[in-house]
């Protein structure tokens, strides 16, 4: 119990870090029990940090979910590192996730060294257990230890799910006791219209191939709740790069956009709990990943 009276919980904030595609959105999406964050085998899928929230009887764990930590090739990249490396400076625990089905590499090492620089305790998470042999885990332990010294280890799948209770119990000694920072219904803070552009580049990522998923940008245009039919109009615009990618977006006779349109309004119904008409269209906005001010106004990096 607090000075104030307020009823005192274990509650801090983990980062969640590693080089693009280690399955921290994924893993996060499995300790939450819902889907917060968008997912692909894109690299570089999450560009947004956002919170995701464990709420238990005894704690309150924050999961900072942050874009993957990279060599950064232009603004957004470098936007997109920023904001990671904000995000791990003021926690509780950082989160080291390391894919154990793929070799510990260069990658790896240069996410190790900037969270290692602090004095966070670190915890050694090897995701996609599921893909890997009991012989390639052990190696990859070994590897990891290099990097880093941990001060838990936890090896699981989100997979299948397994050992996600062992993430949780790693962390929580590490956490201050305190207040709930967020109402216990609430599973993460990113804001309704973020989540619902995200679907859609989500849908965007898991359909294109090649350069156009890392060019692409999506806005939330309008949001309107129509209550007599207890139905939400959706209106979003898909940014790329380049006229061709357009042309692929869109496909012949507007076949793929129709896909992902269809694809992104069954999540986007089962995230507002109605009916949804959703009205897409894509729009050219030449280099605008170099553009710092366009890249704010997507919200990237915040």
Not at 41 to 58: E, M, N, S, V, W
Not at 105 to 122: C, F, L, N, Q
Not at 157 to 179: M, R
Request: glycine content about 8%; hydrophobic content about 45%; some cysteine.
């Amino acid at each position: 119990m607090s000075a104030s009276g307020t009823p005192t919980v274990a509650s801090g904030f983990v980062a969640v870090v590693g080089r693009p595609n280690a399955g921290k959105s994924t893993l996060v999406n499995a300790l939450v029990g819902v889907k917060v964050a968008i997912t692909s085998d894109t690299p570089q899928t999450t560009r947004h940090r956002l919170r995701a929230i464990i709420d238990l009887d005894d704690a309150q764990i924050v999961l900072v979910d942050t874009p993957g930590l990279h060599k950064p090739h232009d603004a957004l990249g470098e936007e997109v590192n920023r904001s990671s490396v904000l995000a791990a400076a003021d926690v509780d625990v950082i989160a080291l996730c390391i894919d154990a089905s793929a070799s510990v590499g260069s990658g790896d090492r240069w996410v190790a060294e900037r969270v290692a620089k602090g004095r966070t305790p670190v915890v050694l998470v090897l995701t996609k257990a599921d893909a890997a042999d009991e012989a390639t885990i052990a190696r990859q332990l070994v590897r990891a230890r290099e990097l880093v010294t941990p001060a838990a280890e936890v090896v699981l799948s989100a997979k299948t799910g397994y050992n996600l209770d062992a993430f949780i119990e790693a962390v929580l000694p590490h956490l201050p006791q305190g207040p709930r920072f967020f109402p216990r219904d609430m599973t993460t803070d990113q804001s309704l219209e973020v989540m619902l552009a995200e679907l859609v580049r989500e849908k965007v990522l898991r359909s294109t191939r090649d350069e156009v998923p890392h060019a692409v940008g999506v806005q939330l245009d309008d949001l309107v709740y129509e209550e007599k039919r207890d139905f939400h109009v959706v209106a979003a615009t898909i940014y790329v790069e380049r006229d061709s990618q357009k042309g692929i977006i869109i496909g012949k006779g507007g076949e793929l956009i129709r896909a992902i349109g269809t694809e992104a309004r069954v999540d986007m119904e089962r995230l507002l709990g109605t009916g949804v008409h959703l009205d897409l269209r894509v729009k050219v906005k030449k280099d605008w990943r170099r553009d710092g001010a366009q890249i704010k106004r997507f919200g990237y990096g915040d």
